[in-house]
């Protein structure tokens, strides 16, 4: 979209890798993609680098592909995991709760405790997810066939990463 204007001014979209807990740019990771390079992307890219960051070059689709399955997909899983916990109504004990379920929730807490805005702009603004997402729910549906069916022989493969869908 920025790269639509008449301006002859620099177009670059910069994506930081993490989030507003981290206290300064050591390691940190920075993705760049470019659109029209000039001399303020230079100097963005030397400042990240000198202060410690992995500047990343990607192409502008590439990105917004890899966005729809480690953010939208991840946070759509997140919600989709909290509401059936609400609409179960499930009184939480953590005497019943096993490692994997409270680390879920604790994934699932950090989405909830996010910014709204972002997250629905994530899924509903990134051409790509709903793809990725037709995708998922495909899988979801076979598994789902295989419990049904009581098919063992083929929900293990599937755990054991033998089988890809």
Known sequence: EMLKTKSNCGVTG????????????NKQVIVFCSGR???WTKFLKKLF?????????????????????????????????????????LKLLN????????????????VLGGNPELY??????????????????KEVKKIASYIKKEIKRILLKVFKNQLFL
Request: overall charge neutral.
């Open 49 to 89: 680098k000198d202060n410690g960051a992995t500047v990343v070059f990607i192409d502008s689709k590439k990105h917004d592909y890899q966005v729809a399955i480690i953010q939208a997909l991840t946070h759509f899983i997140n919600i989709a995991f909290i509401k059936t916990l609400q609409n179960e109504k």
């Open 120 to 137: 629905v702009d994530l899924e509903m603004e990134n051409s790509a997810f709903l793809k990725i997402l037709a995708h998922s729910l």
């Open 95 to 110: 005497i019943y709760s096993a490692p994997i379920f409270r680390l879920q929730t604790i994934l699932a807490g950090r």
């Open 14 to 25: 910069i994506h930081p890798l993490f989030g507003p807990l981290a206290t300064n740019l």
């Open 37 to 39: 390079d000039n001399y």
